[in-house]
């Protein structure tokens, strides 16, 4: 393992260990609220689904080397909707 990537690891470890004591409800509800939010609201709601996106971004960094190649496909492609929405929020026509 790079350097780079033990002090990422390193540094999500705090993170990692308060979402793992949630409920798994918790951050599966904050996400789709977050992201409803920043669908519905006009102006800056994008803002609210740019941090989903960096959120599922973050994950899906610490998780690739685990995941499978479907798996991480599926994955890419979420961040990549995520990140679609943002743009079409936060630049409207």
Do not use: C, D, K, Y
């Amino acid at each position: 393992m790079s350097p780079l990537r033990e002090s990422f690891e390193r540094a999500s470890a705090p993170i990692l260990q308060t979402l793992a004591g949630l409920p798994r409800v918790v951050p599966f509800l904050l996400v789709l609220g977050l992201m409803v939010a920043g669908i519905v609201i006009e102006g800056w709601g994008w803002i609210l689904i740019a941090a989903v996106t960096l959120f599922l971004l973050w994950l899906l960094l610490l998780g690739w080397p685990r995941l499978t190649a479907p798996e991480r496909l599926m994955r890419v492609a979420v961040v990549a909707i995520a990140a679609a929405v943002t743009v079409t929020q936060a630049i409207p026509n």
